[in-house]
């Protein structure tokens, strides 16, 4: 079974607001990574969190993380209609070099 | 963008037929990535190389194999291809290092289609 869950499945949300989607998972991991993934595209690198973090900033997004609860959150602030994509979590265990995704959210900017 | 190529990009085939998805990269990354993806399911590890001759198995592997021969170069091979393989499988590549914990970089995807 897969190691991340994103939640919600689906989001939609009007410009300008902020979009949030969370990733749980099961096991203990080494990181974990967030993924954008244009229709029809191959994923693009977002940002990278260490199990020793809490909280990452790069520009408009924003990572937590909680590994006590193993769980994380993506946070898209000021959202723009560019940021209509599906959006997946990833994780690695670091004990071998398996990375694993999730189902992934699919965030649709309404204008 | 990272050097990466996958080969075909499309492909239709037909049940029983042995199909080889190809990804070679310029990056010179010591790690690929084989992943599907399909609705509902998101993307699953299929196999995966941390060197020249060296794979493993990763969630999804029944029903395929992997060679890596060279560093360039990782291919994905359905010996006997069933309409469960139709997919959108995507190579990955990425550099783990100490230094860097192993962001991935993708390939466009080889959307396969087997009747």
């Known amino acids: 079974s897969q190691q991340g869950e994103e939640d919600p499945q689906a989001l939609s949300i009007q410009e300008g607001e902020n979009a949030t989607m969370n990733c749980s998972y099961k096991t203990s991991i080494n990181n974990l990574q967030w993924y954008r993934q244009n229709s029809g595209r191959g994923l693009v690198h977002l940002i990278l969190i260490r199990s020793n973090e809490r909280e990452k900033h790069s520009g408009r997004l924003r990572v937590t993380l909680d590994t006590s609860k193993k769980s994380s959150s993506l946070l898209i602030t000021a959202s723009r209609a560019a940021d209509t994509a599906s959006y997946f979590c990833a994780t690695d265990a670091g004990r071998d070099d398996k990375i694993i995704f999730g189902k992934g959210t699919r965030l649709h900017i309404l204008p | 963008d990272a050097g990466i190529t996958q080969s075909p990009r499309h492909k239709v085939t037909e049940t029983g037929t042995p199909v080889t998805l190809r990804c070679h990269q310029t990056e010179n990354h010591r790690y690929m990535y084989w992943y599907r993806q399909d609705p509902g399911h998101g993307l699953r590890l299929i196999h995966y190389?941390?060197?020249?001759?060296?794979?493993d198995k990763g969630e999804v592997s029944d029903g395929y194999s992997v060679s890596r021969s060279k560093t360039e170069d990782f291919l994905l091979t359905l010996e006997s291809a069933t309409s469960s393989q139709t997919s959108v499988y995507f190579c990955?590549?990425?550099?783990?290092?100490?230094?860097?914990?192993?962001?991935?970089?993708f390939g466009e995807g080889s959307r396969l289609t087997v009747l």
């Open positions: 990955a590549i990425s550099d783990r290092t100490v230094a860097n914990t192993g962001e991935l970089f």
């Open positions: 190389s941390y060197g020249v001759k060296d794979t």
